[in-house]
């Protein structure tokens, strides 16, 4: 699959699916009346604007699948609209997925765009579904300049920053050496950041007693090399990348922590290294209870010994 220019050669697949969907992105207005004539003008007036561009969701073959585009592109809030739509023939199949990532990378990494949005409507429950299955977070008081629709009621907004995980490297994780990988609650208010929380003993599975951060860090060094053989923690990472190193009897395994909205729980003897990628990155801890060095195992080669005693 691939993104490509809209071209002539889509236009009776693009008829045939306006016909078919009672609506989609591009077309809820009157996309089922449209002719052959106003596809026509529709793929002329889809070359690239410093305001919008759209793109031909494309199977191997060539074939259209669904359109996708970056749309009221506002350079003052550095923002833009996703549109996203793909054909009945094309779902369930990866094509909404591929080109979701593939607009939002363009977004960001290449108009270097700070925020994307989009809405869906409430009763569309298949769409929906997807965007919450992939972990995208629900808009909160979207501005009206950008929510100007007739039916503004029956909307359901989302939006995506660009530091997000929105590709879901650590959202298709669940785990990390045995170690729960959670998705922390966030809300998301456009052009006014997110709003990420966890709750002691409803989020987490214990009661938070300390929290402390590590901040200030040198891009390339490495802190931890300890593990505790009580303490249940949460690590997050609120701003920057942090690399996640951890080993316990379940193995040895990485993670980067990138995204806000994610955060590891440590609950068994488990040893850990972090490595700051990123200048200034700041760690954050939540943990289960007052701090106590007793419960510290600060040498390796005890660390082995204490995880295999407890396999006995």
Request: glycine share 4%; with cysteine; net charge negative.
């Amino acid at each position: 699959m691939k993104l490509r220019n809209i071209a002539d050669q889509d236009a009776d697949l693009l008829l045939e699916w306006m016909h078919e969907k009672e609506s989609a992105p591009f077309f809820e207005d009157n996309g089922r009346r449209w002719s052959s004539e106003d596809v026509a003008l529709f793929i002329k007036n889809c070359e690239d604007t410093a305001a919008a561009l759209y793109r031909t969701i494309a199977a191997d073959t060539d074939e259209c699948m669904g359109i996708a585009g970056l749309q009221n592109i506002d350079r003052n809030r550095n923002s833009a609209e996703l549109v996203l739509s793909v054909r009945e023939a094309a779902m369930r199949k990866g094509y909404a997925w591929f080109a979701l990532v593939e607009m939002l990378d363009m977004a960001f990494k290449q108009l270097n765009l700070e925020s994307v949005y989009w809405h869906i409507h409430n009763d569309d429950d298949r769409s929906r579904r997807f965007y919450d299955k992939h972990g995208f977070h629900q808009m909160v008081d979207v501005p009206e300049e950008i929510s100007a629709f007739p039916d503004n009621k029956n909307l359901r907004w989302y939006s995506v920053l660009s530091s997000d995980d929105y590709g879901n490297r650590l959202k298709k994780r669940d785990k990390v050496a045995g170690c729960k990988v959670i998705r922390i609650k966030t809300i998301t208010t456009l052009d006014a950041g997110e709003l990420s929380f966890f709750e002691g003993t409803h989020d987490i599975d214990f009661e938070i007693k300390r929290i402390y951060f590590i901040s200030k860090v040198p891009e390339g060094v490495r802190r931890g090399f300890h593990a505790h053989k009580q303490l249940k923690q949460l690590l997050f990472c609120p701003y920057g990348k942090i690399q996640l190193v951890l080993e316990n009897r379940n193995g040895r395994e990485e993670i980067t922590l990138e995204d806000p909205s994610v955060g590891v729980v440590i609950d068994q003897p488990t040893w850990r290294e972090m490595l700051w990628m990123e200048k200034d990155s700041v760690l954050c801890v939540a943990a289960s209870d007052y701090y106590s060095e007793d419960d510290y195992i600060r040498d390796y080669e005890e660390f082995k010994k204490y995880v295999d005693d407890l396999k006995i």
